[in-house]
């Protein structure tokens, strides 16, 4: 089946400080990969996203790549900061012939960033 | 302000009554889905509309939930007879049309249930 496996929280990182958050995923066929996160008290937010093998997602500093030989899409940043305190979510949409497209979540990682 | 906005956000019940959430998308969005979401947990997928038509129901979905979309517009999730274990963020979303798994789901801030 498919499923999505994220490291564990929460990640406390001072600022300026290198970000790396872990995801794998299972799948069958060639899932789309994406990275959401929730900012205390807002609904889920897309970050970045990845379509296929060796594309890089980015945004706001954030990158991720979609790496099919270690089925992972790791989160990484270079210098964190305090407004970067969030739940970050890694999620796959797997190939659908209904056309579905559903979200498959991972549990989230919360980061807390300290001035 | 156009994105996905959901009623009520908090909704407080007690064990065996029964509740109705409503899900507004972006108007040109015909793709809407409903995930579920407990404390420290990621969503998870409950079911999807496309237009009005309901294609895929998660096994997630007992008898006593049950949803619409009559108009192709907004959604209706309503539980019957809720349990405590009902209790969790309901999230909305939708996207454009297009069958593509690289189309970006846009969330809306999700009604918190309690059921005491």
Redesign the interface.
């Known amino acids: 089946g498919n499923s ?1 496996t994220q490291m564990e929280g929460p990640v406390t990182l001072s600022e300026e400080a290198f970000l790396t958050i872990n995801c794998t995923y299972t799948a069958t066929g060639y ?2 990969l ?1 990275w ?1 996160v929730q900012y205390p008290g ?5 970050l970045l ?1 990845a ?1 296929k093998a060796d594309d890089k997602g980015s945004n706001k500093g954030f990158e991720a790549t979609y790496r099919k030989e270690t089925t992972s899409f790791h989160l990484e940043k270079g210098s964190v900061q305090v407004s970067d305190s969030a739940v970050y ?1 890694c ?1 796959l ?4 012939t ?11 990682t919360r980061l807390k960033v300290l001035a | 302000d156009t994105g ?1 906005s959901q009623d009520p956000r908090h909704k407080i019940t007690k064990r065996g009554q029964n509740v109705t959430f409503r899900c507004d998308p972006i108007s040109e969005h015909n ?1 809407l ?1 409903w ?1 579920r979401q407990t404390l ?6 409950l079911t ?1 509309f ?1 237009n009005e038509a309901q ?2 129901k998660s096994r997630l979905l007992s008898d006593r939930f049950s949803a619409e979309r009559p108009k192709g517009s907004f959604s209706t999730l309503e539980i019957q007879r809720t349990e405590q274990g009902d209790s969790a963020m309901y ?1 909305c ?1 939708s ?1 454009p049309p297009g ?12 009604t918190r249930l309690t059921v005491l």
Do not use: C, D, H, M
């Open positions: 999505v899932p789309s994406f959401y807002e609904g889920l937010q897309l996203k379509t979510f999620a949409s797997p190939f659908s209904s056309g579905t497209y559903k979200y498959i979540f991972g549990t989230g | 996905v793709r889905y995930y420290g947990q990621g969503p998870e997928f999807y496309q294609l895929e999230l979303a996207s069958a593509s798994g690289n189309n970006e789901q846009f969330f809306g801030p999700g």
